[in-house]
């Protein structure tokens, strides 16, 4: 039985994970969850699931979690979830929060010497060296759950090393695929947030819209694989049924498919590295008939152009490039940023700040504060 810890347990990523840990309780031990302020839910989930420890980062929503809940221990502030991380006894712990929030957590699992099942890209997106090399210092792993890097570590493990020549993870396009710069002047929240083929939280969906998800992703294959970042490719497949192809020294290229469905790359991680029944539709390629691929359109969605500019900067970049998309995103979801401003925004971040060399996880925090702040002027400006 694994000792297992859901971080997010309330957002997207989180809810399916309680899913695929319900259909398989001899495997693992809940031993708890964490939230950023909806106690209710949090409250619900630890109820249902029998869990006895939660943390909420918000210490006004733990403390009407004390309140109402007298079933176990509530954990409050961001020191309540570094506790809960570092003192649960977990074998694995899922990181399920969304943004940079989650440096914090994979840095004590990290530590502490427990495995992470990674759903959180950003921890890899603003400090990939330093994440990598904890990793590799106390010999705990990480296992990806965001679907494309799933898909790769499946593809790449049996393969030697230096046998694999180039990655390319797949990017469904977005709402918005096919539409020219100036259609995308004027779009709406409610358009942004209508994904055609993941259901997803409100960020990851807006990310996907100006395929800045993609961009986050290619830093997050760098690190997790090692791959030198001109090796990286992105190509645009509307069906979401390749989610990434690994060619191999010797000519051949394989491919990972499967319906969309994140429960897939959830199970793996959870369970790896055994392999469980997940109840998702057979693939029938003769019933989709068609799949598509197109190259991205880089002009219309400038984001994977910064983040790919970011990443070859290297040092903070990356962690600015992360953190000025993070307040441009919010800015749109609040109606204060119009789409075309996050790439504005997130380009005069990365020209105000340039790219430092990462001594500490302090110059990460430093630049993700400075990066808000000259982010959150930039919106100013453009409104
Ligand atoms: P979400 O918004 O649905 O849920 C986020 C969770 O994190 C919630 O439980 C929330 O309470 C918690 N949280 C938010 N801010 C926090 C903070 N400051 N401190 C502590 N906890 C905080 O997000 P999601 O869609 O589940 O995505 C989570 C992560 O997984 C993101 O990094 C995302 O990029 C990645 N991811 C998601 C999907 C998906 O299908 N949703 C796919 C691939 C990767
Ligand atoms: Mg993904």
């Given at each position: 039985?694994?000792?297992?810890?859901?971080?997010?347990?309330?957002?997207?990523?989180?809810?399916?994970?309680?899913?695929?840990?319900?259909?398989?309780?001899?495997?693992?031990?809940?031993?708890?969850?964490?939230?950023?302020?909806?106690?209710?839910?949090?409250?619900?989930?630890?109820?249902?699931?029998?869990?006895?420890?939660?943390?909420?980062?918000?210490?006004d929503?733990?403390?009407?979690?004390?309140?109402a809940?007298?079933?176990?221990?509530?954990?409050?502030g961001?020191?309540?979830?570094?506790?809960?991380?570092?003192e649960?006894?977990?074998?694995?712990?899922?990181?399920?929060?969304?943004?940079?929030a989650?440096?914090?957590?994979?840095?004590?699992?990290?530590?502490?010497g427990?495995?992470?099942?990674?759903?959180?890209?950003?921890?890899?997106v603003?400090g990939?060296?330093?994440?990598?090399?904890?990793?590799e210092?106390?010999?705990?792993?990480?296992?990806p759950?965001?679907?494309?890097?799933?898909?790769?570590?499946?593809?790449?493990?049996?393969?030697?090393?230096?046998?694999?020549?180039?990655?390319?993870l797949t990017?469904?396009?977005?709402?918005?695929?096919?539409?020219?710069?100036?259609?995308?002047?004027?779009?709406?929240?409610?358009?942004?947030?209508?994904?055609?083929?993941?259901?997803?939280?409100?960020?990851?969906?807006?990310?996907?819209?100006?395929?800045?998800?993609?961009?986050?992703?290619?830093?997050?294959?760098?690190?997790?694989?090692?791959?030198?970042y001109?090796?990286i490719?992105?190509?645009?497949?509307?069906?979401?049924?390749?989610?990434?192809?690994v060619?191999?020294c010797?000519?051949?290229?394989?491919?990972?498919?499967?319906?969309?469905?994140?429960?897939?790359?959830?199970?793996?991680?959870?369970h790896?590295?055994?392999?469980v029944?997940?109840?998702?539709?057979?693939?029938?390629?003769?019933?989709?008939?068609?799949?598509?691929?197109?190259p991205?359109?880089?002009?219309?969605f400038?984001?994977?152009?910064?983040?790919?500019?970011a990443?070859?900067?290297?040092?903070?970049?990356?962690?600015?490039?992360?953190?000025?998309?993070?307040?441009?995103?919010?800015?749109?979801l609040?109606?204060?940023?119009?789409?075309?401003?996050?790439p504005?925004?997130?380009?005069?971040?990365?020209?105000?700040?340039?790219?430092?060399?990462?001594?500490?996880?302090?110059?990460?925090?430093?630049?993700?504060?400075?990066?808000?702040?000259?982010?959150?002027?930039?919106v100013?400006?453009?409104?």
């Open positions: 039985m694994k000792r297992l810890l859901i971080l997010g347990a309330t957002g997207s990523i989180g809810t399916q994970a309680l899913d695929v840990v319900a259909r398989a309780p001899e495997a693992f031990e809940l031993v708890g969850l964490s939230a950023e302020r909806s106690h209710e839910a949090l409250i619900a989930q630890a109820r249902a699931h029998g869990v006895r420890r939660i943390a909420l980062s918000d210490a929503a733990a403390a009407r979690a004390a309140e809940w007298t079933g176990g221990e509530v954990l409050g961001p020191e309540g979830l570094v506790r809960l991380v570092a649960s006894g977990a074998d694995l712990v899922l990181n399920a929060i969304v943004g940079s989650g440096l914090g957590p994979t840095i004590v699992a990290l530590t502490e427990v495995d992470v099942a990674l759903a959180n890209k950003e921890s890899l603003v990939g060296e330093l994440v990598m090399a904890l990793s210092a106390t010999g705990a792993q990480l296992i759950v965001d679907s494309e890097h799933s898909a790769l570590h499946q593809l790449v493990d049996g393969e030697r090393p230096g046998t694999v020549e180039r990655l390319t990017a469904s396009g977005g709402p918005f695929r096919g539409r020219s710069r100036a259609q995308l002047a004027d779009v709406t929240v409610d358009a942004a947030l209508r994904h055609p083929t993941w259901a997803m939280g409100g960020k990851i969906t807006i990310d996907s819209a100006t395929l800045m998800n993609k961009g986050l992703e290619v830093i997050e294959a760098h690190w997790l694989f090692g791959t030198p001109d090796r490719g992105v190509v645009v497949h509307p069906q979401s049924i390749v989610h990434a192809l060619s191999l010797d000519g051949a290229t394989l491919a990972h498919l499967g319906h969309p469905d994140m429960r897939v790359p959830i199970a793996y991680a959870l790896h590295p055994e392999r029944d997940v109840p998702v539709r057979t693939l029938d390629l003769a019933e989709i008939g068609a799949l598509e691929f197109e991205p359109d880089l002009d219309a400038p984001c994977l152009r910064l983040a790919r500019a990443a070859e900067d290297g040092g903070t970049a990356t962690c600015v490039l992360n953190a000025a998309n993070e307040v441009a995103v919010h800015a749109f609040s109606g204060r940023l119009d789409f075309m401003g996050i504005a925004v997130i380009e005069s971040t990365l020209e105000q700040l340039p790219a430092a060399r990462v001594h500490s996880f302090d110059t990460l925090y430093e630049a993700d504060a400075e990066a808000r702040r000259i982010a959150a002027e930039s100013e400006v453009r409104a």
